[in-house]
């Protein structure tokens, strides 16, 4: 029923900026956590923000002060605004979202910086 749909990922070049979108449908009850996950090629998939509901956020070191991550509550969509991208940001970024004791995940998209 609960559906996570991801998009806005593409191919950029180092400097650039991507704004990644997550469209939450079919959820039932208010969407207490979302975050930005993100896994490379033969790597670990990782952290790389969360916020909760009333705006408190947490990101990962790597992305701090280039990344922000927002959302609309009314719309059930997050976003992820990505700024002064890296090569080392290329990965397929997945949606997450938690409510109430369970958590859901998008297909991924896939952003590709490009040196």
Do not use: H
């Not at 950029?12 to 930005?36: D, E």
């Not at 997945?94 to 859901?104: H, L």
Request: include cysteine; glycine fraction near 12%; proline fraction near 3%.
């Amino acid at each position: 029923q609960v559906q996570l749909v991801e998009s806005g990922g593409g191919l950029v070049q180092t400097g650039g900026s991507l704004r990644l979108s997550c469209a939450v449908s079919g959820s039932i009850f208010p969407i207490n956590t979302m975050g930005w996950y993100r896994q490379a090629p033969g790597k670990q998939r990782e952290l790389v923000a969360t916020i909760t509901r009333s705006g408190s956020t947490n990101y990962a070191d790597s992305v701090k002060g280039r990344f922000t991550i927002s959302r609309d509550n009314a719309k059930n969509t997050q976003y992820l605004q990505m700024t002064s991208l890296e090569p080392e940001d290329t990965a397929v970024y997945y949606c997450n979202i938690g409510v109430v004791t369970r958590y859901y995940w998008g297909q991924g998209t896939q952003v590709t910086v490009s040196s």
